[in-house]
């Protein structure tokens, strides 16, 4: 059974940093592409960052330069570091595993950008 957990949400100022990792069973991560997504209330879910096959990354325009996308094989985790949060940043953030003929999400973590 695969699972993907959604870990390091929470409420932060603007202008802090998080780090979210999503925690991987039942597959191997290095082989998946493997995407945050993020979903703000009223609004759809849109693709934040991912990571593809040689570790290419792509990021959605307004996180470039803020936000990374790492993983790491030995822990079999993938990790979204965050920085110089937005308010506009606050979000449920989703971890997503897929391949040609497989897809997965996680469950969501809060993400609260407010002072």
């Known amino acids: 059974q695969v699972q993907l957990v959604e870990s390091g949400g929470g409420s932060v100022q603007p202008g802090g940093s998080l780090r979210l990792s999503c925690a991987a069973s039942?597959?191997?991560?290095?082989?998946?592409?493997m995407g945050w997504y993020r979903q703000a209330p009223g609004k759809q879910r849109e693709l934040v960052a991912l990571?593809?096959?040689?570790?290419?990354?792509n990021y959605l325009d307004s996180v470039k330069g803020r936000f990374t996308i790492s993983r790491d094989g030995a822990k079999n985790t993938v990790y979204l570091q965050m920085n110089s949060l937005k308010p506009e940043d606050t979000a449920v953030y989703y971890c997503?595993?897929?391949?040609?003929?497989?897809?997965?999400w996680g469950k969501g973590t809060l993400v609260t950008v407010s002072s």
């Open positions: 990571i593809m096959n040689g570790d290419n990354t």
């Open positions: 039942g597959i191997i991560v290095s082989i998946y592409n």
């Open positions: 997503r595993a897929y391949s040609i003929s497989r897809n997965y």
